[in-house]
């Protein structure tokens, strides 16, 4: 299982405590340090199965001053993620065939 994790916000910190809690071995993904790439992160889309515009943190300034009002294509948004990760919600949990986002925290418990 990986945890797509930023560890400056208590959201993700919470989740990865209730993997860690809950004893699955579980590889952390520093996506802020370690930007993923669109392929990875189009692979994480879809195993949400949402679209990716539902995957944005849209209260982000990056988003509001270079995005808010503008009509992306889908791998558009997804390039703008690429390339500010910060506006990707977190944390996000992804097993082999599934993922969740972990808002609540407690909606990772789905996937354990």
């Known amino acids: 299982m990986k945890i797509y994790h930023n560890p400056r916000c208590s959201k993700s910190r919470q989740g990865l405590a209730i993997l860690q809690d809950a004893k699955v071995e579980v590889e952390i993904i520093n996506y802020i340090k370690n930007p993923i790439s669109f392929e990875e992160l189009s692979d994480i889309i879809d195993k949400l199965d949402i679209p ?17 009002h503008k009509t992306l294509s889908e791998k558009e948004i997804i390039e703008a993620m690429v390339a500010f990760p ?27």
């Open 52 to 68: 990716a515009i539902d995957l944005v943190r849209k209260n982000e300034a990056i988003w509001k001053e270079n995005f808010k």
């Open 86 to 112: 910060k506006l990707i919600e977190r944390p996000i949990v992804v097993d082999d065939n599934s993922a969740v986002i972990g808002r609540p925290p407690e909606k990772i418990e789905e996937l354990i």
